[in-house]
RNA sequence: GCGGGGGUGCCAGAGCGGUCAAAUGGGAUGGGCUUAGGACCCAUUAGCUUAGUGCUUUCGCAGGUUCGAAUCCUGUCCCCCGCACCA
């Protein structure tokens, strides 16, 4: 079979057919299938692109046939950093460089042969799409959601652009590497933080894995707690607190060094200079070794704080170990049940007084080498002395509230999403700064606000820079010089909303129609990579509840259901051209055709796990297409024998496919076609040609989601009309499947292949006559007739047919606790029905074997014999 | 430190209370086919043992629940992956 020719075949029909063209239609139940749209920046597939798309893929073809209208488009993720360094590289134009691996990657994703609505593809550099990026982006300014505010952001030194939090991985920039500084600067926000409890309490209604909602949890970071007012100067200095049982252990308090009132604190003492010095020593690196290295690090800042519980006055140190961003970007220290607090104690020598005694030791200031923070009982802490701590928590924060020192709160670890990005291959932020006016922005009827075209690449810095034409505008509000803001947005913001944008991509008016958005929101599979985690699958639950809230659309969560893939490593790497190790999609097609590849991908590992790339596994995969191609060049005309028990295994197939797709157990699914496919084989003469033909097409139907081009071949073989990949998908019946059955024509099936082994064995090619003895003992029978045989290979014969079908038969089935038995009736076999499977296949047996069948009761016959030979019943049996 | 996921036969990888010495693929060994190789087909692939069979050991390690455990519980060791000075 010609795998090239079958592959452009049928992609092509199903091109021209426009089969998988989708629309709304209300008769029919929606489904909407989408993986992560790719980054155009490298024009090529390698391997774990494929078996993401394969995933998909799989379910939308699956979900086609099972009747759904699917919605299934794909498209690019074009704006960003990779073509602005190539345009700075190479000289060319980031979108001439976009569009060309646009070209390219469409082209390796059609041949792919993907069910995808290709009429719906869209990407985000282009200004039909990112129009409404700027239109959303003042619709959230207007409605408080974006913000230009100045905070402590992240900052990449090579990249030349600040990040958002959830760029930073473990102080690095994400996409170079380079250390993240912090610098303090005023940037755009949005304002995911206004959503915060909501993305919260939501998780909860995700079909996602539990691992990657934890780690959504862990990012939102809620924790209750207890603000208490200090007081510095006379000012409030809110502190956030966790531990409001141990207030009456403070001995210091410490500032976060980058805290952006520090200066203003420290104004006018003499330690002023010194706590500025560290401060910005601190603004630098935030890679872990350092921090690691540096230790814990502070300095007095002259001030002191009046603890308003005790009264007592505490100096104020400002510290390398405290956020400025959580809680309110100061601690209470209590160095004695506070680890970190302990170490800074011991280093700056402040002191430490124990609040909380455990239950069975003494705890002593100057004996203690570490803070303790397990539970124990309050003592040093006046009117809350002898309370367990756990309950002290409530009754001192209640006292807090009852004299207006503070109160409870709950804190988050979130941030608010910083969006400006000082590069040029992004959205430009509609926004336009007027002396008098203020932030004004750019109007409606304005947008697209298109990027400047006259800007160059070589200079540092923002590109946008250059182009002063674009700067300079005159204030929409009052017609005075204004300048326009030179920021880009970063690129999540493309992100969160290009799944709504696949409802009616072509829309003109409106980012989306909200009829459409309606009727395929949300996305009932979504398949990605779990680096998502906090990035772009926050942002897109959050923009998703901000457009609901300005009426633009219904749904509360865009991704219904999620599912992660593993990544597909080789030689113990992950994938990719730049490690050289990449497996590409062009030169696995030449060998073995795309379906092959799908097939090993789909078969290799559950779809969630990693999966090492194998040359011996895709053979192996390349045997099992041939396997199964092959049953459709068999025109057999058997005997139909075996028809009852191909229907029984076929209703067993289709429910084993069906929920191994429903599960994402791809693997699985397969393992049970190929065992039809295999069975099948073996069953050929015995098979009568109506039911093949079902079979066939069962088969084909089946396989059709993992290898579509040649179940189309095959379909088309078995003279079916076109297409299989519209075929609808069988469902099965649980009446149909039946397993006593199958274990008795097993049994029948058994003793023909002993028959013909013995016969091979002791070289008789004719047999006047064969006895076959039922129940257990018959077996034991045939052994003693094989011995009469006086043949030289009698233990050989005796050994073989023993251990092939022995291991079938009713004695160790009947092994079963009898207590189950009832439980289980399917499993205990009745001698009749043995004698029935004997009696069913004896016919087939005497055209096969040629000679007469003699079917004996051993039981009867050979009882006195078996008796001595067979061993005592199992000890379990006896019972 | 906190959180998540794992440890299964030569390898990869299913199974997740009884049809489990454990699917499926790969590898290995033997046999068939073939001029030969490849492809294909068949058998074997924990150990001992029998004519059938039986027994022992095995699903990281140690216990427990159960008539019965790879599967459930407890402890323990190891591995991977997130987050991380979050007050």
Not at 687 to 711: Q, R, Y
Not at 857 to 872: F, G, H, L, R, V
Request: proline share 4%; glycine share 6%.
């Amino acid at each position: 079979m010609d795998f090239k020719a079958i592959q452009d075949k049928w992609q092509k029909r199903w091109e021209e057919k426009k089969i998988f063209k989708v629309k709304e239609n209300s008769k029919k139940k929606k489904f909407y299938v989408l993986e992560m749209f790719p980054y155009p920046s490298a024009s090529y597939l390698h391997m774990g692109h494929v078996r993401n798309y394969t995933m998909g893929d799989v379910v939308a073809r699956f979900k086609r046939m099972q009747g759904f209208n699917v919605l299934y488009p794909m498209g690019y993720d074009s704006f960003g950093l990779p073509a602005e360094n190539a345009a700075k590289k190479a000289g060319i134009h980031p979108k001439e460089y976009t569009e060309n691996a646009i070209t390219n990657i469409m082209a390796y994703q059609k041949a792919l042969g993907n069910s995808y609505d290709w009429d719906r593809v869209l990407a985000t550099h282009r200004p039909e799409y990112y129009k409404w990026n700027q239109y959303f982006f003042i619709k959230l300014f207007e409605k408080g959601l974006a913000y230009r505010g100045e905070a402590p952001v992240n900052f990449c030194d090579s990249c030349n652009t600040v990040l958002a939090n959830e760029e930073v991985e473990a102080g690095k920039c994400w996409r170079c590497g380079t250390e993240v500084t912090t610098k303090s600067l005023s940037q755009w926000f949005l304002k995911t933080t206004a959503y915060t409890e909501e993305l919260l309490n939501d998780i909860d209604k995700l079909d996602w894995s539990d691992k990657i909602k934890e780690i959504q949890r862990n990012w939102i970071g809620k924790s209750h707690g207890t603000i208490i007012n200090f007081t510095i100067d006379g000012k409030v200095w809110p502190v956030f607190t966790t531990r409001s049982d141990t207030v009456f252990g403070v001995t210091f308090m410490v500032i976060s060094a980058q805290h952006p009132k520090l200066k203003e604190l420290v104004k006018g003492t003499k330690e002023e200079t010194s706590v500025m010095a560290f401060s910005e020593k601190c603004k630098k690196a935030r890679s872990r070794e350092e921090i690691e290295e540096l230790g814990k690090e502070g300095a007095f800042t002259g001030k002191y704080a009046v603890n308003p519980i005790t009264n007592d006055k505490i100096p104020v140190w400002a510290g390398n170990f405290v956020l400025a961003e959580y809680g309110s970007g100061m601690v209470m220290a209590v160095p004695t049940h506070d680890q970190r607090d302990f170490e800074f104690a011991k280093k700056y020598s402040l002191p430490l007084k124990v609040v909380i005694q455990p239950k069975n030791k003494q705890l002593k200031e100057s004996e203690m080498s570490e803070a303790y923070t397990e539970e124990g009982i309050l003592v040093n802490s006046g009117q809350f002395n002898n309370i367990e701590n756990k309950t002290a928590i409530e009754k001192i924060t209640d006292y807090i509230e009852s004299k207006n020192l503070g109160k409870r709160t709950v804190n988050y670890k979130i941030r608010d999403w910083l969006i400006s990005r000082q590069r040029y291959w992004g959205t430009p932020i509609p926004m336009i700064y007027c002396e008098k006016c203020g932030i004004v922005p750019v109007p409606e009827k304005e947008l697209p606000l298109l990027l400047p075209e006259d800007v160059s690449f070589t200079e540092k810095g923002n590109p946008m820079l250059t182009s002063k034409k674009f700067q300079n505008v005159k204030c929409p509000k009052c017609g005075a010089k204004a300048r326009r803001e030179t920021d880009t947005m970063g690129g999540f913001m493309d992100s969160s909303w290009y799944f709504m944008r696949y409802c009616s991509p072509k829309e003109k008016k409106t980012a989306f129609s909200k009829e459409s958005v309606d009727y395929w929101m949300p996305v009932d599979q979504y398949i990605g990579g779990i680096e998502h985690a906090v990035g772009h699958l926050i942002y897109s639950r959050f923009f998703t509840k901000a457009l609901r809230d300005m009426g633009l659309l219904k749904c509360d969560e865009p991704f219904n259901a999620l599912f992660n893939q593993g990544i597909v490593y080789r030689d113990g790497k992950k994938m990719s051209k730049s490690a050289g190790n990449a497996v590409m999609q062009d030169e696995i097609v030449k060998d073995y055709g795309i379906d092959t590849a799908r097939l090993f991908l789909m078969f290799v590992a559950s779809p969630e796990k990693e999966m090492e790339w194998s040359s011996a596994g895709i053979e192996g995969s390349f045997r099992i297409v041939h396997k199964l191609i092959s049953l459709f060049e068999d025109k057999p005309k058997g005997n139909g024998t075996k028809d009852k028990l191909i229907i029984s295994k076929m209703h067993r197939t289709i429910k084993e496919v069906t929920a191994g797709i429903e599960g994402f157990r791809f693997n699985n699914s397969i393992i049970a076609l190929m065992e039809y496919v295999n069975y099948l084989h073996r069953e050929k003469e015995n098979i009568s040609e109506k039911v093949w033909n079902k079979a066939l097409e069962t088969v084909c139907v089946l396989a059709s989601p993992f290898m579509p081009h040649i179940c189309e071949e095959c379909w088309e073989k078995l003279g079916n009309k076109p297409f299989v990949s519209l075929e609808k998908w069988p469902s099965f019946d649980e009446k149909k499947i039946d397993l006593k059955a199958e274990a008795i024509e097993q049994i029948a099936d058994n003793v023909a292949s002993d028959i013909r082994k013995v016969l091979e064995l002791a070289k008789i090619e004719k047999p006047a006559k064969i006895t076959l003895f039922t129940a257990n003992k018959w077996k034991y029978e045939l052994v003693e007739q094989v011995k009469k045989l006086n043949t030289r290979n009698a233990g050989e014969i005796i050994k073989s047919v023993m251990q092939t079908s022995l291991k079938q038969h009713g004695q160790d089935v009947m092994k079963i606790v009898p207590k189950l038995a009832e439980k289980l009736p399917e499993f205990v076999f009745e001698k009749k029905e043995e004698e029935k499977a004997l009696k069913d296949s004896a016919a087939a047996l005497e055209k096969e074997f040629n000679c007469k069948i003699e079917i004996v009761d051993a039981e009867k016959s050979t009882q006195q014999k078996a008796k001595q030979a067979m061993p005592a019943k199992p000890a379990i049996l006896a019972e």
